[in-house]
């Protein structure tokens, strides 16, 4: 433990870096001042494109993958929990929260796109973005399209059908079947039949690996202390660039 440490001993276990720098082909330690412009420079948008490229390279092909978002409190954290199902509420403290919306394939666990935005937006409405962002060559790959209730929309279902993507949407009481043989309406039908038989013939259970994301993620994370707005979200962003890089690192090295 800390508290049993000397500070001589301490200084024996620190290992210089110029291994570390001729390996990198760096001549010297950038500065203080070298890192904090280079953070400044750094656009959301690129740092966004990062995460998803070492998607890419991870997964290449991803046949499964679910969806989700979640809110992240900018300051006063605990009040998420309080007014997420408050419509009210959360539009008054909209500026307290950022949600973030990622796409995750289940069998490695890595996000293969993400995007940001405010705290009332709808879940559905950030899909677009996503499969934008995905791309279309790792798109073809995708077979099951896993999510919640929040994402139930016939455009989507339509859209995911022309892709030859299999929805994996719990549907909610009031969609409408409408008697077709499309995939969609015999979805609704088996899950009304038997949500047990539906659950076990599409592995609902799958879906719960973008809420595993967010677990890892949250575990890290720590109080946003950015004087600016926009610095608070790009640190948000970096916490699941450092999940990524994790993975990536493990595959590697």
């Not at 959301?44 to 989700?68: H, M, N, S, W, Y």
């Not at 791309?135 to 919640?148: C, M, P, S, V, W």
């Amino acid at each position: 433990t800390m508290d049993k440490w000397s500070w001589a001993y301490y200084r024996q276990e620190l290992t210089y870096c110029e291994d570390i720098l001729k390996k990198s082909g760096a001549t010297r330690v950038p500065s203080k001042t070298s890192l904090f412009t280079a953070w400044t420079k750094l656009s959301e948008k690129k740092l966004i494109r990062q995460i998803t490229q070492l998607g890419r390279i991870i997964c290449p092909q991803a046949r499964t993958v679910a969806v989700d978002s979640t809110g992240f409190a900018l300051k006063g954290g605990t009040l998420w929990r309080i007014v997420k199902w408050s419509t009210k509420l959360l539009k008054k403290t909209s500026k307290l929260f950022w949600k973030v919306h990622i796409m995750v394939d289940t069998s490695s666990m890595v996000i293969l796109s993400l995007s940001s935005s405010s705290a009332p937006t709808h879940d559905l409405q950030r899909v677009g973005a996503l499969f934008r962002t995905l791309g279309k060559r790792l798109q073809r790959t995708i077979r099951f399209f896993y999510a919640d209730k929040a994402y139930t929309s016939d455009d989507l279902f339509n859209y995911l059908q022309q892709e030859h993507i299999t929805a994996v949407v719990e549907p909610k009481k009031n969609t409408q079947d409408h008697g077709t043989e499309s995939r969609r309406d015999k979805t609704i039908r088996l899950y009304r039949m038997s949500v047990a038989l539906w659950k076990k013939t599409f592995r609902a259970f799958r879906k719960s690996s973008v809420e595993h994301v967010f677990g890892v993620v949250k575990q890290n994370f720590a109080p946003l202390r950015a004087r600016t707005a926009k610095n608070k979200h790009k640190r948000l962003i970096l916490y699941f660039f450092e999940y990524n890089f994790s993975l990536y690192f493990k595959q590697h090295y």
